[in-house]
């Protein structure tokens, strides 16, 4: 049931790539709950996935954009400003990329120029964003900014490999600019640290499957869904939460504050009984 928590707000909503992006599902419910929103990806996203279905549902535009290209932010900023008739209240960031991962490069070789796109696509787009909206002076004062982020910029996933970089320096980016911001327009800016999450990037990491039950057992909440994701995207995008800024602000059931679970420990014992049971394998 809606309660209207985004009435009269207007954002811009980064990619939404299909019903399994946790975007697509963010865009959904700020418009259940009355906001009003532009989709935008890059052109290739646009033309591959599924984004125009959503925004015919959703009554809205779409505008093409490459995060990591600041003359096309620019044109998406003051276009978006013009669609609404003047700055906005909020921007969701949701976009993540690693060539290393999707070609197999383990951590110990990577290709330096795919680590490159990694973090540019990853992470340093979230600073052209910001400071393209902030050179158009497109958001309004306690206007709100949030990435989406995973726990492995601050502790090792077998895997993650250099997306474990990339959010790191994503996080960081959230600290530097939000002081700024929030000096400046009273804009702030947070990331969340959502729980393993199976949209069609997250699924590309080695042993994505494994990830999300060992995170389930560990989590006294289990995990957080894409649509819980959504959810708690809206009240950091509410006047709710006006004072909270530069947080990195864990979303996983409990699994951040873990240090091991019945479960898991149960889980991690029976490993020991294969052992005993098949010594050679």
Known sequence: MSSKLLEGKKGIIFGALNELSIAWKVAERAVEEGAEVVLTNTAMALRMGETAKLAEKLNTILIPADATNVEELDHLMKETMKHFGGPFDF?????????????????????????????????????KVIQTARKNDALKPWGSIVALSYVAAQRTFYGYNDMA?????????????????????????????????????????KGFDYLMDFSERMSPLGNASADECADYCLTLFSDYTRKVTMQNLFHDGGFSNMGMSLQAMQQYNKSFEYDKEHPFD
């Open 91 to 127: 921007i969701l960031h949701s976009i993540g990329m690693s060539p290393n991962v999707r070609k197999g490069r383990h951590y110990s070789d990577l290709d330096y120029n795919y680590l490159d796109k990694t973090l540019d696509v990853s992470a340093v787009s979230f600073h």
């Open 165 to 205: 970089d990339a959010k790191s320096l994503l996080e960081s980016i959230a600290r530097s600019f939000g002081y700024i911001y929030g000096r400046e327009k009273n804009v702030r800016i947070n990331t969340i640290s959502q729980s393993p999450t199976p949209t069609t990037a997250g699924q590309g990491v």
